[in-house]
């Protein structure tokens, strides 16, 4: 069991392979990334770890930091927790349940779909919601990346985020104490790990948010298992293990499906991390009324669309879609298809994430007002274009850059020509006046004589 730490960023950069491009300062979305001296810099204090760079690299410098599969042999028991979104990398003819006969087969000695603790936070929040205790607009805390995007850039939306433990770590309790239980075994000894199809659910599993620990020992990625998995389904050969998650579970993987789960009519349903941002802007400044529930989500289709699946998120969104359908045929309860979960008598732990606005331009108040002052000015002498030539993402950032001594005005390629240019004239017209000092002495001397 991880506990709670301070700042942890799955997202790396890998200067060796970076070749100061500037493709990455134009997709982050709170401009954490810089190019200075031909090689990117992050700033940690600003990353969400959202995994827009890495999908915006051609070089492939930005990689996400997961788990050796080597950390199994650590644990007495492993219990892999698959996510819905780890159906939708395979054909229509691999079942859940082939797929999750195949983890068994690789080696873990336990599943538990993340799909299932899903359905557990869905029916928490129908009951909140029910009783009173929560008043919309309330924001999915499904999405690691969307809270830490509203720590970082809206922090007064942090009390609008829904104050339960996210599905993947309540399959993750469930998971451990269920099975602590069964063997007689210490909760410490058995190994819960996460299948992620991206960065953020590792820095979640790192450095959780919320004040509380996380009950999850690693993750594995979904790029790194899905050729093992594919070679273990020919070991199946058609048999499989049982699935206990219905199609409110599975559909958290895509878009709409925790809507779905959660059932509140009057909802809101984003994806991608850009119209995220635009849209809890639009909640801060007051202007979406009359929404009980937002599910947002930093990919584009959802966690189908995260950088570490396989398949194009597209296509694994169609085959899910497929796979919901036809457990939605399931009817019944939970406590039907799993009975051992009644003995637990569990409750979903709350969760309270605090703000982590970004970091001032000074840390003295007046240091940052002075400035701020500064950067305005600066701003008005630079082109507005945001170009990103001069290594930050817009001409804003530069400013700011600039007012805190990071950067300087030559950064700016359309000041540096017109400086190099004006450099120029200055040096033709010297060299001018020196020619005709020398024709004026020569005509001097010719005189003399």
């Known amino acids: 069991m991880i506990s709670v730490r301070g700042y942890f960023h799955s997202v790396r950069l890998d200067r060796e392979k970076c070749t100061g491009c500037v493709n990455c300062i134009k997709k982050c979305p709170t401009e954490a990334i810089r190019v200075r001296h031909g090689k990117a810099e992050i700033n940690e204090q600003k990353c969400i770890d959202c995994g827009e760079c890495i999908g915006a690299c051609p070089r492939k410098a930005k990689y996400v930091e997961i788990d050796s599969l080597e950390l199994l042999n650590s644990y007495k028991y492993t219990i892999a927790l698959p996510p819905p979104s780890l159906y939708g990398q395979f054909p229509p003819s691999v079942t859940p349940g082939q797929i999750l006969a195949a983890l068994i087969d690789l080696g873990f000695d336990d ?30 805390s499904n999405c690691p990346a969307v809270v830490r995007l509203i720590q970082v850039r809206f922090p007064e939306l942090t009390k609008r985020i829904l104050p339960l433990d996210p599905p993947s770590e309540v399959a993750g309790r469930i998971a451990r104490q269920l099975k602590s239980r069964e063997l007689g075994m210490a909760e410490e000894d058995i190994g819960v790990f996460y299948l992620t199809p991206c960065a953020a659910k590792v ?13 999850i020992d690693g993750a594995f990625s979904i790029q790194q298992l899905f050729p093992l998995i594919s070679r273990s389904l020919k070991n199946v050969q058609g048999r499989g293990r049982q699935q206990r998650a219905s199609g409110l579970g599975v559909g958290f993987g895509i878009p709409g499906g925790e809507v779905k789960a959660v059932g509140r009519e009057n909802s809101l349903i984003v994806e991608g991390i850009g119209n995220v941002d635009n849209a809890l802007e639009e909640l801060e400044m007051g202007h979406i009324e009359g929404i009980d529930y937002i599910e ?42 799993w009975p051992n979960l009644a003995q637990l008598n569990f409750k979903v732990p709350r969760i ?54 990071k950067s300087n005005a030559n950064s700016c390629i359309f000041i540096l020509r017109e400086r190099i240019m004006a450099l120029g004239m200055k040096v033709y017209n010297l060299a001018g006046i020196g020619t005709r000092m020398e024709e004026q002495r020569g005509d001097k001397e010719e005189g003399e004589e």
């Open 111 to 140: 599943v538990f779909e993340v799909a299932v603790g899903a359905e557990i936070v869905a029916a928490e929040t129908r009951r909140l919601f029910r009783t009173g205790e929560l008043k919309g607009p309330v924001i999915s």
């Open 203 to 215: 820095t979640s599993i790192k450095a959780p948010e919320g004040g509380l620990p996380s009950y």
């Open 296 to 337: 947002a989500k930093a990919c584009n289709g959802g966690c189908v669309g995260g950088i570490l699946n396989v398949v194009n998120g597209y296509v694994a969104q169609v085959r899910l879609e497929r796979i919901v359908r036809e457990l939605d045929q399931v009817h019944e309860p939970l406590e039907e298809r």
């Open 352 to 405: 309270r994430v605090e703000p982590r606005p970004m970091q001032p331009l000074d840390s003295d108040i007046n240091g940052a007002m002075a400035k701020m002052v500064a950067a305005e000015g600066i701003l008005r002498t630079l082109p507005g274009l945001d170009c990103g030539a001069c290594g930050a993402p817009s001409c804003k950032a530069l400013a700011e850059d600039i007012a805190q001594g």
